[in-house]
DNA sequence: ACACCCTTTGAAAACGGTTACAAAATAGAC
DNA sequence: GTCTATTTTGTAACCGTTTTCAAAGGGTGT
């Protein structure tokens, strides 16, 4: 009687070798680069592989080889239409460059994204997509430590050390804030999203301030107001600020979220927009358009600023040079919701 | 002159057993248990570990332990405010508990879908979450052959030997359609979402047919029109509906962004909701309580089907005993775009 | 036939952890 | 103090790939 001591390999690349009868070398230069292997090599290992149904282990890839083609991208929130089209389009550009993306959300704490960056480094990504440059110190840190790339999307700041891409949020505020006046408005408001830890939207709240201080208008500090994420957060801000005895002819609006709040609350209140209130939104949400009226607000191309994103990454990775600082550009989009002040309160 | 041949490591957790004078078990065990390595030892590894910066290389540990902790989870798009919705669940729900989502889109095609699995798996994955029970044969097999235990979201079939969460789509419609029959009308049309692939989508027909049926209600061919995903093809199916020269005094929509746009459509064309034309809606997004007129729809507990998935998975993995089937409760929330119809047509 | 240079292939050592197993230390019982 | 049972720690094999390096193979030119 004879023994067959061969150690049959069940799965994995060995099984594949095995079955083809060559060396797992060739298996793996036959899937990580054919040309490196000959033609009729090729041939015998691809049937292995499919008559096995062989998926290989990216784990153990990953570890071998130190690379993951893998990008993670933390955002504030998933649950916000932006983001939500934004990670659409990243995700689709990767995947169709080979490339997949973790994605982890932070819910706008700067403590979370930081333990969210340890999160995706340890499993590996190549490279990280930030939303803003508004990061905990300890980020860019651990960024550098592990020489991990990454790009901040959603500004444009050319001025400083890191890579960004996205529109020029205080020019484009300005933008908004100038059509209001050139309409004739000289009472207006602001509703900003909250200004903390969020550069961008500081950054459009200072566009705003700019265009009017440019054309010597006063804002009052109770025009001004800030507000949270949600629809019901910037429908309470607009009650308070469409109620005072002395209210605004105009409001500039910190995102098209917020704008539609202001919108539906003037409603409520008997307001007719454009007549009695214009309105200027930001971002251009798909809504925009469909509401009635239709907000006038400024268009952010936000899938190809994340597409871009993505890019810059992956290129620096495969060791091309790239633009550290990319502006997208941005548009007034001139729609219903506004309009010359009414005469009386001219 | 003495050689020191100790070759020193720079990283790794052979680093930090190097610098606490310990083996790379003991680093391993204050890691992943810390109860099972004494509290001295606790102190100097933790101490090395902060001292080195030291971030476990989760790819190594999945090799090793043929574990991830990671879900994967397959949604036809995250660009649409319901799976945006349960993605934030979920995804809040598995980190609470250690684990993280790999999060792909199918983009609605069961092909991509079976290749965004097969990713995920090569990932490794511990387990799936699923959209629905309609997919390729091929990703049946593969779950199979890999044991990849999974779950199919958003539906409840009892008598599916699959694990599913979700609620009763067909009896949820059902109850929609008799809303709108209790409050008299009888000339109803149907827009749904495309059937094909969508066994949601097709359930909820089915609850609206079974209604109509039951009240002995017809339904001319021509009254129940299918679109596509975004508000402009929901809107250019309601112009066709109500531009019937006989048209229904009521629409039943398959989910509520159709209803949105059978709602702007109609106040386009002069029709007033709901004194001309009831409207109901499916899911409960926020918007359906902001519009004017709100919608009167069926609510759905997304979050909660979403992190219920996660539960199920987790559980099964840490092999507890859990339920396949876990039904989800509906509401129908009635609000302003729903009234008895017309006198003159009814 | 031989020397030469490419190209194709294979053997085996990483990669950075986990874990089975054995050894050492400690505690408890007498 | 000895012996045993238990806990704590260490050694080293292994997880499934990639990749270095060397060996084998295949043409050319002479």
Redesign the pocket.
Known sequence: MRLTNAKSVK????AVAARA?????????A??NP????P??RARIDQAIDALG????AP??I?????SRTLGAIVPTIDNTMFARGIASLQQYLSSVGYMLLLTTSGYDLDVELQQARNLISRGVDGLVLRGDCHHDGLRKLLADNSVPFINVGIYQPDRPYPCVGTDNEAAAHRAAAHIIELGHRRIGIVSALQRNNDRASARVAGFRRALAESGIELPPQWHVEVPYTLDDAREAARYLLNLKDRPTAVVCGNDVIAYGVLLEAERDGFSVPRDLSVVGFDDLDWSRHLRPSLTTIHVPTGETWQRAGEYLVRSLAGEQTIMHREIDFSLVVRESTAPPPKSLK
Do not use: E, F, M, W
């Open positions: 799965q994995g690349i060995r009868g060559v060396s797992t070398a060739s298996v793996s230069r899937l990580n040309d490196a292997v000959s009729s090599l062989y998926i290989p282990h153990a890839r570890l071998s080889s130190r690379r």
